[in-house]
């Protein structure tokens, strides 16, 4: 599901919140804002690195797929079945064509596929992105933080995952976007007080509120962070109920994978229904 709200035009959004895919505003055949967020991240491959040479740069890059460093993240042996396997083993985010190399990431090509819905099955334009400030809400090794990037936007990503964080930093310096990206390795949760609020144009938020343990506080946050009529971009997995349920699953529950390997799935708190997100964002 993916939902939109804006922090002065909460009634006029209501509609679209609840049923989103009802109302398809087209801005241009189908296809049309998928092949142009490609093209826009084709920017991102080695002949247009600006401060590392090709070979350190995929000697860096490749090195880091694989390794676990649990001690880094500041975890003790005892606390690792309680954390995610994503926190402890490098995985790569998103796809990345780098030219020379190719990397296939966990969440595949969403970074694009997501922006794509956004733009197709809501009043937004990827021309509305540019000069605006922006929050992207975990950024994993910074396939969206990229994809902003490269449609104007300056962008604020934050990942709590220190490792991910420095992956994003470095592909940002590498690019020449040190002036246009900032990375911060923080929680969510830390996010308050002057130097947040009223401060971003758009807070873009997908893939990740379901990780929350307290998705209304996380909520809550990203509104305060908004300038008044500010936008707030959420996508979420859910369960299929026409009621406002949430499911409760927490942060022992694994749906697949094993141990050993450090392949499992899951890791949610809160499922929601469409209208259950819908409420929380109101």
Same mark, same amino acid.
């Given at each position: 599901m993916a939902l939109e709200a804006t922090k002065k035009r909460a009634r006029k /959004?209501?509609?679209? !919140?609840?049923? &989103?895919? +009802?109302? $398809? @505003?087209?801005?241009?055949?189908?296809?049309?804002?998928?092949?142009?967020l490609r093209k826009h991240f084709d920017v991102y491959r080695a002949d247009n690195l600006q401060i590392v040479g090709r070979t350190e740069f995929k000697r860096h890059v490749m090195s880091r797929l694989g390794t676990l460093d649990a001690e880094a993240e500041g975890y003790r042996d005892a606390e690792l079945e309680r954390q995610r396997d994503l926190s402890i083993k490098f995985h790569w985010g998103h796809n990345h064509d780098f030219g020379d190399f190719q990397i296939d990431g966990r969440m595949g090509d969403r970074h694009i596929d997501l922006m794509t819905d956004f733009v197709d099955f809501f009043p937004i334009a990827l021309e509305d992105f540019r000069g605006k400030a922006v929050l992207d809400i975990g950024c994993w090794t910074g396939g969206t933080t990229l994809l902003l990037a490269a449609l104007g936007s300056n962008v604020v990503a934050l990942e709590e995952v220190k490792k991910y964080a420095e992956t994003a930093s470095f592909l %940002?310096?590498?690019?020449?976007?040190?002036d246009q990206v900032v990375v911060e390795s923080a929680s969510l949760y830390g996010c308050r007080g002057e130097a947040y609020h009223d401060r @971003? +144009? #758009? %807070?873009?938020? *997908?893939? #990740?509120?379901?990780?929350?343990? +307290? *998705? $209304?506080l996380g909520l809550r946050i !990203?509104?305060? %962070?908004?300038?008044?009529?500010?936008?707030?971009? #959420?996508?979420?997995a859910g369960i299929n109920n026409a009621k406002p349920y949430c499911r409760f699953d927490g942060s022992m529950i694994h749906t697949s994978g094993n141990t050993a390997e450090l392949n499992r799935g899951g890791w949610n708190? /809160?499922? &929601?229904? *469409?209208?259950? !997100? %819908?409420?929380?964002?109101?």
């Open positions: /959004f209501r509609g679209w !919140l609840a049923n &989103p895919r +009802d109302r $398809v @505003f087209n801005r241009g055949a189908k296809g049309e804002t998928e092949s142009a %940002a310096r590498s690019f020449g976007l040190e @971003f +144009d #758009v %807070a873009y938020f *997908p893939g #990740v509120i379901y990780h929350l343990s +307290d *998705p $209304v !990203l509104f305060n %962070a908004l300038k008044p009529g500010g936008i707030l971009l #959420v996508e979420s708190w /809160f499922m &929601p229904s *469409p209208s259950a !997100l %819908a409420r929380m964002m109101r």
